[in-house]
Nanobody, 119 residues
């Protein structure tokens, strides 16, 4: 079983930056992906950024120029650096991981951390 704990959410001014972190505990065997999803009121949960254990990254088009995902493979910590934030980025951000082996088909989810961009 894998547990994910997010941190770093909070209130930030428009144009500001925030760094989210997610620490995975439990057993992850072999290759895996980790990523960040977000869900704003009235919207579907969407993929923000994803990174594989091999280092490949994938971003939503809306954040490609402003957000950066990174991972410490040894510690199983994934981070999302968010720059130039605007109110449309306000959402609950969820950490997610999908190990290649021995995991549910939908992977594992964190509890979420609130990001609010407001002046």
């Amino acid at each position: 079983q894998v547990q994910l704990v997010e941190s770093g959410g909070g209130l930030v001014q428009p144009g500001g930056s925030l760094r989210l972190s997610c620490a995975a505990s439990g057993t992850i065997i072999g290759t895996y992906t980790m990523g960040w999803y977000r869900q704003a009121p009235g919207k579907q949960r969407e993929l923000v950024a994803q990174i594989t254990s091999g280092g490949s990254t994938n971003y939503a088009d809306s954040v490609k120029d402003r957000f950066t995902i990174s991972m410490d493979n040894a510690k199983k910590i994934v981070s999302l650096q968010m720059n130039s934030l605007n109110p449309e980025n306000s959402a609950v951000y969820y950490c997610h991981t999908k190990p290649r082996l021995f995991s549910p088909s939908d992977g594992y989810w964190g509890q979420g951390t609130q990001v609010t961009v407001s002046s």
